[in-house]
């Protein structure tokens, strides 16, 4: 069972795309990049306009407990339903860094601000994204420091 398991690591660190599928990548890259921004709160604490845990996702309240597992899980379902809201508005093709870019902008700051980069987008105006991400970067209604360089690193993660 363990050089099973050995194998199968073997093989998705050589041929990711062939293991996870071309959509399994890009959540990983995604789901990467929102870790590396987010990093992990195992109890929940107030953060801005709700109680945040784990990853960065919505908690039910103060002083609760979330296992790395379980944060996974919900940043893991939160890109998932990102995109299926996304997906379908994106008419051209998109690789596994841009949509990790787009991905993280949804997970931050939510599906309805992400959609107002969709025309830029489709309309492949490289420009105009980039100037319309950097908008975002408020907190409480100030500017944020931290959000204007998470934007900063979506975008470089955009166009790389």
Do not use: C
């Not at 990049?33 to 919505?58: C, H, L, M």
């Not at 940043?75 to 998932?80: E, N, T």
């Amino acid at each position: 069972m363990l050089l099973i398991g050995a194998a199968a690591l073997f093989l998705l660190f050589l041929f990711p795309n062939i293991v996870l599928g071309q959509s399994g990548v890009m959540f990983e890259t995604a789901a990467d990049f929102i870790i590396s921004n987010e990093g992990f709160i195992p109890v929940s604490r107030w953060d801005y306009k709700q109680f945040t845990w784990g990853y960065g996702t919505a908690a039910p309240a103060a002083g609760l407990r979330i296992t790395q597992a379980q944060a996974r899980d919900e940043m893991m379902q939160h890109i998932q339903a990102d995109y299926n809201y996304l997906a379908p508005m994106i008419v051209v093709p998109l690789n596994t860094n841009q949509w990790a870019a787009l991905l993280d902008f949804a997970y931050n700051e939510g599906r309805g601000n992400a959609d107002n980069l969709v025309q830029n987008i489709n309309e492949e105006d490289w420009q105009g994204l980039a100037a319309q991400m950097r908008l975002y970067n408020l907190a409480g209604g100030s500017y944020n420091a931290g959000l204007a360089d998470r934007r900063e690193k979506e975008i470089t993660l955009f166009f790389s």
